[in-house]
């Protein structure tokens, strides 16, 4: 059994376990575990596939990197102001724009409400520009 599965197993199991006061007994117990199971189930083959759709390929991970027609200097002093951004706001603008993970999911990956999340990018966004406002030519028309 492939830890996807055990996973949501035992999150099944967890939140079913949290919720047995909330059992009325309007239906048959199997049923209600059942419906727990299958929502439990279908959020993490969606939380699967929105990881798979942000994987890029080998191949094709270097016509990304190295798009036509930037200069190699503004690469590199992208590169450069995104390691010296103070490390709460490097977090969420890797993890946003670049993996593409949503607020609710830095949110609960990094214990911290969405707003703050959504802050915090904002901050990094503003530090980004500001280090890089001398290439703002080749950005804005």
């Known amino acids: 059994m492939s830890s996807t599965r055990n996973d949501i197993a035992q999150e099944s199991?967890?939140?079913?376990?949290?919720?047995?006061?909330?059992?009325?007994g309007d239906a048959a117990f199997a049923t209600w575990i059942h419906s727990i199971t299958v929502s439990v189930s279908l959020n993490g083959m969606r939380?699967?596939?929105?990881?798979?759709?942000?994987?890029?390929?080998?191949?094709?991970?270097?016509?990304?990197?190295?798009?036509?027609g930037i200069e190699p200097d503004l690469r590199e002093r992208l590169r450069n102001a995104v390691a010296r951004l103070p490390e709460k706001y490097r977090v969420v603008f890797l993890m946003f724009d670049v993996e593409g993970y949503t607020h609710d999911e830095i949110a609960a990956t990094l214990n911290m409400p969405a707003g703050t999340s959504k802050a915090r990018l904002s901050r990094a966004r503003a530090k980004l520009r500001t280090a890089l406002a001398e290439f703002a030519g080749d950005w804005v028309s």
């Not at 199991?13 to 009325?24: G, N, S, T």
């Not at 990881?51 to 036509?68: F, V």
Request: cysteine-free.
């Open 47 to 68: 939380r699967v596939k929105r990881r798979r759709d942000r994987e890029t390929g080998l191949a094709e991970a270097d016509a990304i990197s190295q798009p036509d």
């Open 13 to 24: 199991f967890v939140r079913a376990f949290d919720r047995l006061p909330a059992f009325r």
